[in-house]
Structures are given as C-alpha cells and as structure tokens.
C-alpha cells in the first residue's frame, strides 16, 4: 500500500549486524517481542528491542504477561468473582419460612420488583422452583432447535432431542441447567416475551441460571460439555438483550471450562507444560480428566465445543471489549485441537483415527498449506472467519499515521500478509447460492460471508483517507454483504437469529453511510457534478440494512439500539 513504507533491504542488514545480549527464558519475553517473533531481554519498563524500534519520541512500555499457568489461574478467580456478584443479582432471595418469592433484578426502581404470581413462586419446603408446564416444553425445544445452530449449539442434534424425550431422572437425560436454558431460549425465541410476558422470561432465566451454577457438581456423564454449552448459551441471550457484560461473563465461563477440560489439546501432537490440570477449586473442581468419548460423534461434539467457544469469544471481543483481551494474540498459539468437522461428518465416522493436531491457528496465520481433513468444513469456516476478524482488529488498533519509521515498516510487513490471507480465504468461500437455505450449515455459511468481509472492513478502515485501495476494499466489502441480502434473507430464515449479526450490521451500514456522506460533500463543497445514479445505488443497499435489522425472530435490545443510531446517523446526512 502506498500509505506504508516497506522494509528495506539496507535497514534489515544493518538490523541482523547487531550484536546480541543476554534473553530472558522461554515464555518470559514482553508481549511484542513474542508476536514479532524476535529475542527479548525482558528489561524493564522497555526491554531493548523495543527500545530500539520505538524510538526517541515515543515513550513506550513493554507489556509482560504472567505465564499460561497464571493466566488460568486468574480466569479461576475472576470467574469465582463474577460468579459471587451475578449470584447476588439473580439467585432467589428468600422472604420467609413459608416460600421463596423471585425478583427481578434489573428493574428500574432501585427496590426489587416481585415477578408475576405463579411465576416460578412455590411455597415448596426447601425452595424449590416449580417446574416448567410440561405443555409448553415440545414447543419450547422445536422452536429452539429451529435456530440452534446460529445460537452456537454444538450438540449432536438428533442424540439430544431424543435425550430431552427420556424420563427425569434418566442418567441420559440431559443435565437440567441445559435444559432449563433450552427452555429459556425457546421462551425467548417464541415471541411470547412482549408486554407483561416479559416478567415471564426472567422467570425462566432465573430458573436457568440457578440450574447451570449445579451443572458442575452434577454426577452426569457430559456435565463438562453440557455446562459449556450452557454458557454459550446464556452468553449468547445475554449479548442479544443488551446486557454485556452478564454475557461476556458466561462466556469467559465457557472459555474457562474449556482450557480447564483441555478441550484446546484434543488429539494434540505435543506435551503442554503450560497447561497443566486445574487446580481443584471451587468452580473447577468436578472437572477432571473427562473419559475416552463413546464414539467419533461424542469426540465431534467435544471438538466442536471447543471451536465455538474460540469462535464466539474471538467475535465477541471485537464487539464488545477491547484489542488487549484479544484471544488469538494470547491464546491462539496454544491450540492444538484439529479443524472441526460438521456434525454429519462425525456421524459418517470421518475423523481418522490417527489424525492429530498442532499449533493450529498459528499454522493457519501463517498460511502454511497442510491440508486437514476438517480444513473446509462450515464450522470450521467460520472459526478461520473470527480469526481473521481478531487479528485485523488488533492490527487496526496498532495503527497509526505518526508511527516510528522502524515500527510502519513491521506493521506495514505484518498488513500486507493479513491483507492477502484475508484475500485468499474470501476468494475460497462457497458462494451463498451454491447453499440450500434450509441446509443445517447455511447458517454457518452466511456468517462466515459477512465476518470475512467485516474483517476486510476492519483492517482497512483506519487507511480508507489516505488510500484509495483500502478506500475501495472497504466500500466493496460492505455492497458485497449487502448484495447477499436480498437472496439469502427472507422473514423466516434463521440467519437472523445469531446475537453477533446487528454488530456486523451496524459495521456495514456506518460504511454505507460514510459513503453517502462523502457523495454529498463532494457534490456541495468540492464542485464535483453530482452522480444521483451513484447516491442512490448506496442508499438502496443501505435500506437494505435497516430492513434486515427491522425483521428478527425475537426482540433484541442490542439489535433495537444499533438499529437507533444507524437511523439517527442517516437521518443527520
């Protein structure tokens, strides 16, 4: 690009001239020198390297992160936190001896408003919740199981629905905080929640987050991977109703089951001091060595679990928290856990048996060309997607336009390898056409279109004024989602279902409307002849936007607000 300079030759020799001093121990080097791939002294607050390409003026800190051990161990106490206050919120709060009455806790009035009579109240001894009418469960599950896979459910669908048909108390059955969140969702999903129903669905969330806190402690057989992918779920309602911060918590909850079950070592090629077993505490403590899986679906199921919460949490990063929590910097190079298949595959018994996994994310940046069996599937599309997606925001947030010469030209290195990765992996995608909409993975399609060309948007953005190739790649990245609207969105497909969708719509549509604004500058200020053609080309695929926002299954008042200002940004052209 013509806005960064390229290394060159004379300066890199007169780099590698250098003469070397003391480097501390493996895994003891700062942040930067690790993702530079380059030998560090650990000096502080600067060790050398840095020093040397920062420069004079800019008075930089080198930033030294606790080892993989100490990492998992401030997950623990962090998740036991979190825990303790979300419990303080929402768990049931007794009154008297006679019965537990529930309350909301989000209320506007600082006093805790009483849920509706009948409402999850019982006056059974000991504060038991009264089940769920048993009426309303088989609605529930369809209605769930219609959009369960934009939802981030990673299950063996045919396997759990038969299990949700078995007898309470059925070993088989699956664990009652799974189901008590199924149930939610499908509450949620059912359009039931408007008006005073509303207090209904915090009953049912109530209800569910009192049962997923047990998972855990339950003697189920899959207790590891039912609690997982509670808390994907959960995350996922929680990101939807607008309350981000309840959702990041349940899904650093999922992440930390996740490492702390090693499910990021799954037919792994290497030995991982780093990551040793889970100190048994409190929350972890019924995590242990899961057994040898049943067959190649309960594998698939364990994989899969692993990649959707890599997934989410990538997409979830760029949407709601900030470069430094980015996992694919920390946690990427650590995953060993082979490519996922789709579930039909594991059904098929396609997983070789021999087939073993290293540095998998870390092999995929750096674009090396081994093919795995799992490479193309659609989930693990999507996972590449959120990749991509993390790294280009991360490379965004490094960016700017006074940066020292030394550190343009590796960010420049750094760019210009991203760019062509994301070029590539965009050319390879099945085109959304070649899709049946009513295949079980045309949802993973459709997301992974639209998170792969909102990371071209992303890496670009900060570079659109001063290049006008960057300028063109953002611009044809948002009409390329746009054009993938009208033929692949109707009112009852599922691809609206996904929480992560208003935030990628919202990217989009800030791109429509900058161009727009540009159009109308140029025609008022600059001279320049008017091309009305042009305007309303832009503004066509802008409604677009907004139409596809207006129409979901359910409320979401995350969508609600993007939608807001996405209309009060067009209405102040």
Same mark, same amino acid.
Request: some cysteine.
């Given at each position: 690009?013509?806005?960064?300079?390229?290394?060159?030759?004379?300066?890199?020799?007169?780099?590698?001239?250098?003469?070397?001093?003391?480097?501390?121990?493996?895994?003891?080097?700062?942040?930067?020198?690790?993702?530079?791939?380059?030998?560090?002294?650990?000096?502080?607050?600067?060790?050398?390297?840095?020093?040397?390409?920062?420069?004079?003026?800019?008075?930089?800190?080198?930033?030294?992160?606790?080892?993989?051990?100490?990492?998992?161990?401030?997950?623990?106490?962090?998740?036991?936190?979190?825990?303790?206050?979300?419990?303080?919120?929402?768990?049931?709060?007794?009154?008297?001896?006679?019965?537990?009455?529930?309350?909301?806790?989000?209320?506007?009035?600082?006093?805790?408003?009483?849920?509706?009579?009948?409402?999850?109240?019982?006056?059974?001894?000991?504060?038991?919740?009264?089940?769920?009418?048993?009426?309303?469960?088989?609605?529930?599950?369809?209605?769930?199981?219609?959009?369960?896979?934009?939802?981030?459910?990673?299950?063996?669908?045919?396997?759990?629905?038969?299990?949700?048909?078995?007898?309470?108390?059925?070993?088989?059955?699956?664990?009652?905080?799974?189901?008590?969140?199924?149930?939610?969702?499908?509450?949620?999903?059912?359009?039931?929640?408007?008006?005073?129903?509303?207090?209904?669905?915090?009953?049912?969330?109530?209800?569910?987050?009192?049962?997923?806190?047990?998972?855990?402690?339950?003697?189920?057989?899959?207790?590891?991977?039912?609690?997982?992918?509670?808390?994907?779920?959960?995350?996922?309602?929680?990101?939807?109703?607008?309350?981000?911060?309840?959702?990041?918590?349940?899904?650093?909850?999922?992440?930390?089951?996740?490492?702390?079950?090693?499910?990021?070592?799954?037919?792994?090629?290497?030995?991982?001091?780093?990551?040793?077993?889970?100190?048994?505490?409190?929350?972890?403590?019924?995590?242990?060595?899961?057994?040898?899986?049943?067959?190649?679906?309960?594998?698939?199921?364990?994989?899969?679990?692993?990649?959707?919460?890599?997934?989410?949490?990538?997409?979830?990063?760029?949407?709601?928290?900030?470069?430094?929590?980015?996992?694919?910097?920390?946690?990427?190079?650590?995953?060993?856990?082979?490519?996922?298949?789709?579930?039909?595959?594991?059904?098929?018994?396609?997983?070789?048996?021999?087939?073993?996994?290293?540095?998998?994310?870390?092999?995929?940046?750096?674009?090396?060309?081994?093919?795995?069996?799992?490479?193309?599937?659609?989930?693990?599309?999507?996972?590449?997607?959120?990749?991509?997606?993390?790294?280009?925001?991360?490379?965004?947030?490094?960016?700017?336009?006074?940066?020292?010469?030394?550190? !343009?030209?590796?960010? =420049?290195?750094?760019? /210009? &390898?991203?760019? @062509?990765? +994301?070029?590539?992996?965009?050319?390879?995608? %099945?085109?959304?056409?070649?899709?049946?909409?009513?295949?079980?993975?045309?949802?993973?399609?459709?997301?992974?279109?639209?998170?792969?060309?909102?990371?071209?948007?992303?890496?670009?953005?900060?570079?659109?004024?001063?290049?006008?190739?960057?300028?063109?790649?953002?611009?044809?990245?948002?009409?390329?989602?746009?054009?993938?609207? !009208?033929?692949?969105? =109707?009112?009852?497909? /599922? &691809?609206?279902? @996904?929480? +992560?969708?208003?935030?990628?719509?919202?990217? %989009?549509?800030?791109?429509?409307?900058?161009?727009?604004?540009?159009?109308?500058?140029?025609?008022?200020?600059?001279?320049?002849?008017?091309?009305?053609?042009?305007?309303?080309?832009?503004?066509?695929?802008?409604?677009?936007?907004?139409?596809?926002?207006?129409?979901?299954?359910?409320?979401?008042?995350?969508?609600?607000?993007?939608?807001?200002?996405?209309?009060?940004?067009?209405?102040?052209?």
């Amino acid at each position: 690009m013509s806005s960064v300079s390229s290394v060159s030759n004379e300066q890199s020799a007169s780099r590698s001239s250098k003469p070397r001093g003391p480097y501390t121990a493996r895994g003891q080097s700062c942040s930067n020198c690790r993702r530079r791939k380059i030998k560090c002294d650990g000096k502080r607050p600067t060790c050398s390297p840095c020093m040397r390409s920062s420069g004079p003026t800019e008075q930089m800190v080198c930033e030294y992160t606790a080892t993989n051990r100490s990492e998992i161990q401030a997950l623990e106490a962090n998740i036991k936190v979190l825990q303790n206050r979300i419990r303080e919120l929402e768990v049931v709060q007794e009154t008297d001896d006679a019965g537990v009455t529930l309350y909301q806790p989000y209320a506007a009035s600082s006093a805790p408003a009483p849920l509706s009579e009948g409402e999850f109240h019982t006056g059974v001894s000991g504060g038991q919740l009264q089940e769920i009418d048993e009426n309303m469960t088989q609605p529930f599950l369809d209605i769930f199981l219609r959009y369960s896979t934009e939802l981030g459910f990673f299950l063996h669908i045919p396997r759990f629905r038969h299990s949700m048909s078995l007898p309470k108390g059925s070993p088989e059955r699956p664990s009652e905080g799974l189901i008590s969140t199924v149930y939610l969702l499908g509450f949620h999903l059912s359009g039931l929640n408007v008006g005073d129903a509303q207090q209904r669905e915090q009953a049912y969330l109530s209800r569910a987050l009192l049962d997923v806190a047990n998972i855990l402690s339950s003697p189920h057989r899959d207790r590891t991977v039912h609690a997982i992918q509670a808390e994907i779920l959960l995350a996922g309602h929680f990101f939807s109703t607008g309350r981000i911060l309840e959702g990041k918590y349940h899904l650093h909850a999922a992440l930390s089951i996740t490492i702390a079950a090693k499910l990021h070592k799954i037919r792994s090629q290497n030995t991982d001091p780093g990551f040793p077993g889970m100190s048994s505490s409190d929350i972890f403590g019924n995590i242990s060595q899961l057994d040898v899986p049943l067959d190649q679906i309960a594998e698939g199921e364990r994989i899969n679990a692993f990649w959707t919460t890599f997934t989410m949490s990538n997409c979830w990063a760029v949407a709601a928290d900030s470069p430094q929590n980015f996992l694919v910097e920390s946690f990427g190079p650590t995953v060993d856990t082979p490519w996922p298949l789709d579930m039909g595959g594991y059904e098929q018994g396609l997983l070789p048996f021999k087939i073993l996994g290293r540095e998998t994310v870390t092999r995929f940046l750096e674009q090396h060309s081994t093919f795995t069996l799992g490479d193309n599937s659609f989930i693990s599309m999507y996972a590449k997607s959120s990749i991509l997606l993390v790294r280009a925001a991360t490379l965004s947030a490094i960016y700017r336009t006074d940066m020292w010469q030394q550190r !343009a030209e590796i960010f =420049s290195v750094q760019f /210009t &390898a991203l760019d @062509n990765l +994301l070029s590539s992996f965009n050319s390879s995608l %099945i085109p959304l056409s070649q899709n049946a909409h009513s295949s079980e993975y045309f949802s993973f399609a459709f997301v992974t279109h639209l998170t792969t060309k909102v990371a071209i948007i992303t890496l670009h953005s900060k570079l659109r004024d001063i290049s006008s190739e960057s300028a063109e790649k953002v611009l044809s990245a948002a009409e390329a989602c746009t054009d993938m609207i !009208a033929g692949n969105i =109707s009112s009852d497909s /599922t &691809a609206h279902a @996904n929480p +992560l969708l208003p935030s990628l719509w919202m990217t %989009i549509g800030q791109v429509l409307i900058e161009e727009l604004r540009r159009l109308r500058s140029e025609h008022q200020f600059r001279g320049v002849a008017r091309a009305p053609g042009r305007e309303e080309a832009i503004d066509v695929k802008l409604q677009q936007v907004l139409t596809t926002m207006r129409h979901t299954p359910a409320h979401s008042p995350l969508n609600d607000y993007m939608f807001s200002k996405l209309q009060e940004a067009y209405r102040n052209l």
